[in-house]
């Protein structure tokens, strides 16, 4: 998630679709001599405009690099460690929702490993991927970061079905979580814990550039270490203990820069995330050019961002070379923004320049959004010449598709060809790419289930007037945006106050005769439909949690949506929707029972990827300290809250109950 870090503060003039001074290219002087301050954090280092500076300005950045490991006596040593050497590999990773409906079936409530990496064998595979699980959940009670991956059954075995398919998991560190259940135990002793139970592989630190001092000592002293992902521009004086880094909202120059960090060390891997955009092309390029990775993130925090297929393509073409050719990026001379035609450069197409013995790799990027077709490099091929990005062997002119790549290998002279040349050349020839950038969207439907049967409903029940209405309703923009659309698009890190400001709608909707539950259903109602029913849960875990020693007439707590559905179809009756619940509240009669818990409505929606139902009327809990805990608190009964849905039970808190209503006839009304 995005953090306003005291030097990124916010301003009610800024363009957020103009990068900030902080996202912007730092320009390196002559000789490389640039205040460390500014240059031991930033974040590229542009190219200059004119060609013809170029090779001075590579010899300036390696005068720059010698000064800053001199300065900071780097090292090294962590990038030597055999147990953790995968992570300067680890060239796609994604950020995923522990339960997207894509790796969990919320209808049978499991696990579904395959389901999901089939689902996203368009980006090109992945190396590794972080579990993201309490966020924007979490605040909705008092459990705390922990809770929620501890209280997950069969996360260990999760975890080990994507070792077995040859992925790493990173876990999720939230620093701002200070004001849930405490343990008595330092986040560092808890994270190398939770770490080891579940065999995890690496921890991303959430809103954190680095780690402090004993959180890094606690999971770099496991075995194996835990590498550790900052969300930005992780310092030259951290890169030591810091093997991953996140390039996040890095604003190139036109000739391609080179990425700070990664060039410092070239095993510390970097991935390349502008998480509101529909065009990933700048990103893909970039980390091409670095020899870097990239975050796939195709559903933020219960946001649809779905990559559309041109950018899969270029991801593709990418990986498949990036992962033939590690130890040549990884191990061997690289020479930025060298090796271009003048008129392949004239055209916006550049090309940098990678050596490990016998073999050459070029990596190329198109700026323009049409397709270029000449010679890329000016360079004659010495020995054989191949474009490893097309499948073929390079007889005259190359393809650079708009605003893709191409990769060029040359072997030298006699030498002899990799073992995977000749399949990475068939995949690549039976890839046909794409030049569609058209968004893939989707959208969130409404799950409907069958009316109630027409039972009397009590006479203490309230009944808002059928008929076409037209709402405000409230909510706080967070980045889990409202029913449809992304809350930012094409932007630029959002800070406050557009963050976590409150917003109103004016929704449109029509209800039918029906008649809403004065108050929620009592724990004492609850018991009696478990011992008249027989009623059990699909999944019990946290079943009635909150209820053990609660008043029989306060609400009752710790049901899903499928529980409370279950009661409301008991007494011949289903849950109001939100629309509905807001309508009846304004009526006379309509009460809260105590302590006050949000309520479940009938709003369950689903895009395919993410499920989530809106809350009302807010609860006595609320979690605070940070703006990122989910709302608590009584709320006006306009205000919505979009409640992302868990699965095995960590959707049942103490703080979510529910009421019921019946449907009507008009004569009922009357």
Known sequence: MTHADPDEAATNTFDPLVPRPIDRSTVLPAGGKIDPEAGDIAKIFAAPDDPADWPAWREDLAAWRDEARARLAY?????????????????????????????????EQRFTVDRFLESIAGQGG??????????????????????????????????????????RVFVDYNPWDTGTRRTGRTDAEELADLC????????????????????????????????????????????????????QWFADSEAPGVQRAHWYER?????????WNRDHSGELQSAWMNGTG?????AVFGVWVGW?????????????????????????????????????????????????????????????DIDWIGTPLAAPAAGRRFDLTAGAEVTGAVKVPGRGIAGILDLAPGAEAPAWLDGLLAEAAADPGSGDARFP????????????????????????APGAHRLTVTFRRRETGFYQGAPYVEEWKPLPPRLHDPREEVVSCETGPVAVAANEVSVRQYRRFLERSGYE??????????????????????????????????????????????????????????????????????DGITRFAMLKGGSAHRSEGSDWYTDGGLQDPSFSLKFLLPGLGLERSSSIGFRIAWDLTREETA
């Not at 090292?75 to 997207?100: I, M, N």
């Not at 095993?267 to 390349?272: N, T």
């Not at 061997?332 to 197409?349: F, I, K, N, R």
Request: aromatic share 10%; net charge negative.
């Open 308 to 368: 559309n297929r041109r950018d899969e393509a270029t991801l593709r073409r990418m990986l498949r070379v990036q992962r033939a050719l590690a130890d040549v990026l990884a191990e061997g001379e690289w020479a930025p923004l060298d090796g271009a035609t003048p008129e392949a450069v004239t055209a916006g197409v550049y090309a940098s320049r990678w050596t490990r013995g016998d073999l050459t790799l070029w990596t190329v990027v198109n700026r323009r």
């Open 267 to 275: 095993r510390h891997m970097m991935h390349s995330i502008r998480r």
């Open 537 to 606: 849960p699909q999944t019990p875990h946290r079943f009635l949690c909150g209820t053990e020693d609660a008043d029989p007439a306060a609400p009752v707590t710790g049901v899903s949506l499928a529980d409370a559905r279950a009661y409301a179809a008991w007494a011949g009756a289903r849950l109001p929707d939100e629309f509905e619940w807001q309508l009846a509240a304004a009526e006379p009669g309509f009460t809260r029972r105590e302590p006050a818990v949000w309520n479940w409505t009938e709003s369950e929606h689903t």
């Open 441 to 464: 969207a989707r959208e969130a439907v409404r799950v409907r289930p069958s009316r109630s049967a027409l039972h009397l409903p009590p006479n203490t029940a309230v009944r808002p």
């Open 294 to 298: 990239i975050l796939v993130w195709d």
């Open 126 to 167: 992945l190396d590794g991927l972080v579990l993201w699980h309490a966020y924007p959940v979490i605040g909705i009670d008092d459990r705390n970061q922990f809770d929620f991956y501890r209280d997950v059954p069969g996360l260990e075995a999760l975890v080990r079905e994507f070792h077995d398919r040859g992925l």
């Open 75 to 107: 090292s090294g040593k962590a990038y030597e460690d055999p147990r953790t050497a995968w992570a300067s590999r680890a060239f796609a990773v994604a950020q995923v929702w522990l339960w997207d409906e894509r790796l969990f079936d919320h209808a």
């Open 196 to 247: 080891a139970g579940l065999g995890a592989d690496g921890v991303f630190l959430d809103t954190l550039k680095e780690g402090d001092a004993d959180l890094t000592l606690a999971l770099t002293a496991t075995d194996p270490p835990q590498v550790l992902e900052g969300e930005s521009r992780v310092p030259n004086a951290r890169i030591e203990d810091h093997l991953l880094s996140w390039a």
